[in-house]
């Protein structure tokens, strides 16, 4: 890879993304995440050559540096967590894919991202209670978060919600699935009873692996 013209093409084939050049030259293009306005690569020429700016987890920082020259400290951004790439061939494709990849990740993780993806799994025919969630998720503390970001749920046939309930076994009442009674519906589809508005958590809770 040694023209923008790839590197934009690869860091725009991700979900979500679009070009921008916020500093009114042309120099300076960017790729950011929808929603957030996040930027996860700039691209820039240099010394006659392309340079990349990517965002990098600290413990891969170094890691990078130290594989090639061309990777330095990122250049007029936060040097913990930024890395430039020079583009001047030394570097295999993959590797500035990864690097590229790995910048989209981290710029594009949520508290909100997380708690779905603990959601997705739930598996069929069990649940899973608010601190369950938000334990999966990365932090036991914000059972209200995952109220919330289940509340705002944006994919409900692939983020299934109905799978959590509280505390007691008791499901989320009528505000959060169209209807009183759709909840325990799609719990019974999955073949789990529902007495009462509750799901007996001794029989049908999520299991938490570290318990096994």
Request: glycine content about 8%; aromatic content about 10%; hydrophobic content about 35%.
């Amino acid at each position: 890879m040694r023209t923008r013209e790839e590197a934009l093409a690869y860091g725009l084939s991700f979900p979500g993304t679009y070009q921008e050049a916020p500093f009114h030259d042309p120099n300076w293009q960017l790729v950011r995440v929808q929603g957030s306005k996040k930027a996860f690569l700039w691209t820039y020429e240099m010394d006659g050559l392309i340079h990349l700016n990517v965002k990098v987890d600290p413990q891969w920082r170094d890691f990078w540096r130290d594989a090639y020259e061309a990777v330095l400290p990122g250049y007029h951004q936060n040097k913990e967590h930024w890395n430039t790439i020079r583009l001047d061939g030394t570097i295999p494709d993959d590797d500035i894919k990864r690097m590229i990849a790995e910048s989209y990740d981290l710029v594009t993780d949520s508290p909100t991202k997380r708690i779905y993806e603990a959601v997705k799994r739930i598996p069929k025919g069990h649940v899973a209670t608010y601190a369950q969630v938000a334990k999966m998720a990365g932090n036991e503390k914000m059972c209200r978060a995952v109220g919330n970001a289940l509340h705002k749920n944006p994919d409900p046939d692939h983020i299934p919600c109905f799978r959590v309930v509280n505390a007691k076994g008791q499901l989320s009442g009528a505000f959060a699935f169209d209807g009183p009674e759709e909840q325990a519906r799609r719990l019974r589809a999955d073949g789990i009873v529902v007495e009462n508005g509750r799901v007996d958590l001794e029989k049908y809770g999520m299991k938490d692996p570290h318990d096994e």
